[in-house]
């Protein structure tokens, strides 16, 4: 259930990056509010979810969106590398 919760949230933050050329610090720091919030429901260690976001922030801030990938995609290939 909780994993369920989780992966809904993160659906929908990636969504609302559908449509972005660019990832300004506006809309990454807005989508990474709510992933923060999403891991800390999820019981994810606070200090863990900290760096996660700020390594994620600092990464995606002001990248160009690759071809043939969306906003979210772009963060979900950041997360990866």
Do not use: H, W, Y
Not at 9 to 28: A, I, M, P, T
Not at 41 to 65: H, M, P, T
């Amino acid at each position: 259930m909780a994993f369920e919760s989780l992966t809904e949230k993160l659906q929908n933050v990636f969504k609302n990056l559908r449509g972005k050329g660019r990832l300004s610090e506006e809309d990454v720091k807005a989508s990474m509010k709510e992933v923060r919030m999403a891991l800390l429901e999820a019981d994810v260690n606070f200090r863990v979810v900290k760096q996660f976001v700020r390594s994620v922030e600092e990464k995606a801030i002001g990248q160009d969106v690759m071809n043939g990938l969306n906003p979210g995609q772009m963060v979900v290939k950041i997360v990866n590398e």
